[in-house]
């Protein structure tokens, strides 16, 4: 029988307010609370709490047969605890039905998998911790930040006890093969993968509400029968997106709550085929092969990299600097220290200082509060300049003034030539228009 995994990322980063060059020094707040607490109650009014009360509706409704996954980032985990308690409460009220699987992943939803063992190890029992006091359950599967894996992260996490992780479904892994089969690492053997199928997940998260698509609108039959098509030897079809997909990337006029409630109806009117959560299908699939991931892969951008966090100089500037003072904080005993840190080293942090989205268009640009990539970049450093002087971490202060000059200079230049080519594209695509329109205005007359 053909299985199906739904799963969603349910993340927010902590924001931090404005930080300038002048306040370092001055105070140590870095976080903005008003924006983090305004966010957090405005996400939760448009998608947690209206998409939790049709997820637990539909579990109720089909007891046993339908079945949900989610991550929930400790960092999110956080936020609705201080500031959206009732919707930590429907999260709560879904783990009760038995019928849905939470996932392991970072707690500061950090890309320390990249940088150091321990400490993402450490920060994975913190995680799971969090998701056993709160839920009461006990993680098994592992789905790390932004879907990153390697042969190594994934062979780190297997020493903890996760026999089963989460991961891309990338053409240049694949090559001929299909993501519809579970796989195991190559260099751990008993530790089974299973890989997202991304196209049909984005047709859910990206494609829904584009108009100019050729499947627009698209409803749950449709949906439904194109998961049925695919062949019946093929075992699994995983589907991991965002949860903001219902309500935020997708506004409720969009229909994407209506598509949510018929879903399950539409796909369980195939009697070959039933919902499973990861755990199951780690327990009840047979791996086809090894699969070779040696750099690690992500879920973000076309080349389903890492290039989106650490493409440029800007972004690994500030994350070596961020690590660079790791050792120094885990010897502090200071629980507030250790919590800012926590927080400086969420992913997001790093996004907003890509320059991609220049030349590609607007998945970086979309939730990004700042104007420019080295706007993002000068904010951060600020903050972990202030940070770094007030934990007491010295370091030589006229070298790191000329190192970040050096830096910046640089990455202006990069944003100069991307703004150039995005204009020079976009006058390109002006030109392709107004020509075309002189085309039909010809064969009109004619």
Partial sequence: MKKIC????????????????????????????????S????????????????????LKRYKGKFKVTFSLSGVFLDQIQQYAPETLETFQKLAKTGNVEFLAETDA??????????????????????????????????????????????????EIGYKGVLAEGSKHILGWRSPHFAYVNPTCPKQKILLRNYKLSDDISLRFSDKNWDQWPLNAERYASWLNEIDAKEEI????????????????????????????????????????????????????????????TSWTDEERDITAWLGNELQQDAFNKLYEILEFVQNMDNPEVKKIYKYLQTSDHFNYMSTKWFSDGQPHLRFNPYSTPYEAYINYRNVLNDFMSYIGFTCDVKHELERMKKVNRRQEEIIRELRHKAEVKKNSKSEE?????????????T
């Avoid at 990249?114 to 599967?141: M, P, R």
């Avoid at 018929?262 to 919902?275: D, G, Q, R, S, T």
């Avoid at 228009?433 to 007359?445: C, I, M, P």
């Fill in 237 to 296: 079809i995983n589907l991991f997106m965002d949860y903001e997909t219902f309500g935020e990337h997708n506004s409720a006029d969009s229909g994407i709550f209506g598509f949510l409630s018929y879903l399950p109806e539409a796909i369980l009117k195939y009697k070959n085929i039933e919902f499973v959560t990861p755990a199951e299908a780690i327990k009840e699939l047979q791996p086809v092969s090894p699969i070779n991931i040696h750099y690690p």
């Fill in 109 to 158: 939803h950090s890309l320390v998998s990249l940088k150091d063992k321990a400490e993402f190890l450490e920060q994975i029992k913190t995680h799971s911790k969090k998701i056993k006091d709160l839920f009461g359950f006990k993680t098994v599967t592992f789905r790390n930040t932004e879907l990153l894996y390697s042969n190594d992260i994934g062979k780190d996490v297997f």
């Fill in 6 to 37: 739904l799963y969603f990322q349910v993340h927010q980063p902590l924001r931090l307010r404005t930080y300038r060059f002048f306040d370092i020094g001055q105070f140590h707040n870095y976080f903005d609370d008003y924006a983090n607490r």
């Fill in 433 to 445: 228009k107004k020509v075309g329109k002189k085309k039909v205005s010809r064969v009109k007359k």
């Fill in 39 to 58: 966010n957090i109650r405005r996400l939760s009014e448009k998608c947690y709490l209206p998409t939790n009360n049709i997820l637990l509706d539909l």
